[in-house]
């Protein structure tokens, strides 16, 4: 590697200006050698000219003015001989090596091999020219050009390790002594080279941030080495699970973090959530099981620099630590936003984990504008269809907080298919068939199991051709099908910037029509009670 073409400017003209000097001390010695003649003192005269032009020109002329300065000084010296002839001093040729060693120094392999083949031919001409026995001619330039190659492979091997030295120096600096992984200033290096790479090619890319949940006490409990062990075993199950493009860093003390070119949201979230059950199933029968949460944020959707992105991958594990820890969260700045403030409220201590859940509902609805109250909507309607369906007080406020949480996974889905105003694509529609799924899992983390299975089910049908899984009937839970029924009704009378609200009286037929297909029949027939029932109230109170 060569230096920058300035660094080199300024280091060829100290050259020529301290060789200048050198000859003219030597000019000046008493007896000095017949040939101080104005040959030299020209020769003195342009060495001094040539290095004050590159000193005054380095950081103005362009990196090709090196191989010309050094191609003038070979011209120089090889002039210089055949002017003075036979009066050239024998030490002469100790000016070509000079020029060789400065070009090996100076200049990348290639230029510095064509600089020694032109002292070569320059000193070949001379000796040609020159009066001088052929055996010797040959001798002397072979010497002469022998020592200047091995002079400019001496210097291109030091070179070669000097650089290897530097690059493995520069390679520790950038990796963590723990786990031999990138430390921080390197992930950040190479994400910032990948965001100009996806930049340029309008590509996705992806950071998942893994930290380990209350690392602290492994450490009390056990002591720095085991810490230090859980810490490599864990950067070594991240580098074993990523694919071979991706990235993997401890940027923390207990924290990595992971770099997914070509790479959305969800194609992280999927990755992120196998590297959580990965860790939480190794360490599980450990005397202290270590568990993860992990944040995702993606390019360009959550920023477009270093800093946005992995500030909005460690808001989405701040998300995942209010969530009850021990699992994965795709970044959303309302969701951040809304657990900052619910973890300040002092209600909040009991009934953290639910606390957390409901606002995750709440950020959903404020998420797609076209649903705006549509969990809140739900859960009512889930409640007083179980309460018509005569289910205990405790049930049906299961049930009720159910139909407020039965959307929940569809934080996990793209705001391009929530808010898209048309018709969704059989790819969009498998995506937006995950939200079930996706749903119980975050329900399950936050020890709502009863509610987890309801939700995961309440895209089924009675007669198996719902999803996930194609449950049918019986094998569907009751308060599942009461979701099913709630939601439905909702989404058919709800305005919509994409469609108008379906009449109450149609909704109800629709409702009628799918009863044994879609929808079970008692649910069906116990929400139109309660609906009859409301409307005659209403209006009873709009005659009086």
């Not at 091997?157 to 031999?180: F, M, N, S, W, Y």
């Not at 992105?309 to 630590?321: C, I, N, P, T």
């Not at 995750?360 to 179980?386: F, P």
């Not at 051709?465 to 019986?474: F, M, Q, V």
Request: include cysteine.
């Amino acid at each position: 590697m060569a230096p920058p073409a300035s660094s080199s400017l300024r280091g060829l003209a100290l050259i020529y200006l301290g060789a200048a000097t050198l000859a003219l001390a030597g000019s000046l010695l008493p007896h000095a050698h017949s040939a101080h003649g104005p040959v030299r003192w020209a020769m003195i005269g342009a060495a001094y000219v040539l290095g004050t032009v590159l000193w005054l020109g380095r950081s103005r002329l362009p990196g090709v003015a090196v191989d010309a300065a050094l191609a003038a000084g070979v011209g120089l010296v090889t002039v210089g001989l055949a002017l003075n002839g036979p009066k050239s001093p024998q030490y002469s040729q100790i000016w070509f090596v000079w020029g060789a060693l400065s070009a090996a120094f100076l200049l990348p392999p290639r230029r510095a091999g064509l600089q020694l083949g032109f002292i070569g031919a320059a000193y070949g001409g001379y000796l040609v020219s020159a009066d001088v026995a052929l055996k010797v001619a040959i001798h002397t330039w072979l010497m002469t050009v022998g020592t200047a190659s091995l002079a400019t492979v001496l210097v291109g091997l030091l070179k070669q390790r000097v650089q290897r030295l530097i690059d493995h120096v520069a390679e520790t600096a950038k990796r963590d002594p723990r786990t031999g992984l990138l430390n921080g200033s390197g992930f950040e290096e190479v994400l910032d080279r990948e965001l100009e790479r996806a930049q340029r090619a309008d590509a996705s890319l992806s950071v998942i941030i893994v930290d380990l949940d209350r690392f602290k006490d492994v450490n009390d409990e056990f002591g720095h080495r085991v810490a230090d062990e859980r810490l490599a075993t864990v950067g070594a199950m991240l580098e074993r699970t990523k694919r071979r493009i991706d990235v993997v860093a401890r940027v923390g003390g207990q924290e990595f973090a992971l770099l997914l070119p070509e790479t959305d949201e969800h194609g992280a979230y999927v990755l992120a959530d196998r590297l959580r059950r990965a860790v939480r199933d190794y360490f599980a029968d450990d005397a202290l099981a270590t568990t993860a949460s992990l944040g995702v944020a993606s390019f360009p959707k959550h920023g477009s620099t270093f800093e946005e992105l992995f500030g909005a991958a460690s808001q989405a594990v701040y998300a995942a630590k209010e969530l009850g820890r021990d699992r994965s969260v795709i970044y959303n700045p309302e969701i951040t936003a809304n657990l900052r403030s619910a973890a300040m409220r002092e209600d909040m201590q009991s009934e953290e984990h639910l606390a957390a859940v409901l606002v995750l509902a709440e950020t959903l609805d404020m998420r797609d504008t076209g649903t705006a109250r549509h969990s809140e909507t739900v859960g009512r309607y889930a409640k007083l269809i179980a309460a018509e369906m005569e289910m205990s007080p405790r049930e049906t406020e299961r049930v009720h907080l159910a139909g407020m949480l039965h959307d929940i996974g569809k934080i996990g889905i793209s705001d391009t298919i929530l808010q898209k105003p048309g018709k969704l694509t059989d790819a969009e529609w498998d995506e937006m068939r995950k939200h079930p799924e996706l749903g119980a899992r975050i329900l399950d983390g936050a020890r709502l199991e009863d509610i987890s299975a309801w939700v995961r089910a309440h895209h089924e049908r009675p007669d198996g051709r719902g999803y996930p899984e194609g449950l049918a009937d019986e094998r569907i839970p009751i308060q599942a099908k009461i979701l099913a029924v709630a939601d439905s009704y909702e989404a058919m009378t709800a305005e919509r910037v994409y469609k108008p609200g379906m009449p109450p009286e149609a909704a109800r037929e629709e409702l009628l029509r799918c009863a044994g297909s879609q929808f079970e029949p008692a649910v069906v027939l116990a929400f139109i009670s309660v609906l009859t029932r409301a409307q005659s109230a209403d209006a009873t109170a709009s005659a009086a």
